[in-house]
């Protein structure tokens, strides 16, 4: 599966800090739905933790501890990021 720049989008914006799929939608600017679609995704090929808890499940997303491609995702990541803000 090929990452598109939503995918790369959330996985910069996730790789410091846990977020709530609100507080990605609403900072990166895509709807919720497609929020979900991409994060199942990502699940999918392993490159994030997804965890729900407490009243209303609430959903923290972080990308995964120990991926071997993470620093340089990160870097790739926070240049892009650069970029779009």
Request: with cysteine; aromatic share 6%; net charge positive.
């Amino acid at each position: 599966m090929n990452l598109n720049e939503n995918d790369r989008k959330l996985l910069a914006f996730c790789s410091d800090n846990p977020k709530s799929i609100r507080t990605i939608a609403e900072r990166l600017k895509i709807a919720p739905k497609n929020v979900s679609v991409r994060l199942t995704k990502l699940k999918e090929m392993n490159l994030i933790e997804i965890k729900s808890f407490g009243k209303g499940k609430k959903t923290i997303i972080k990308t995964k501890k120990g991926n071997k491609h993470k620093k340089a995702m990160i870097k790739f990541y926070e240049e892009k990021l650069k970029e779009w803000s």
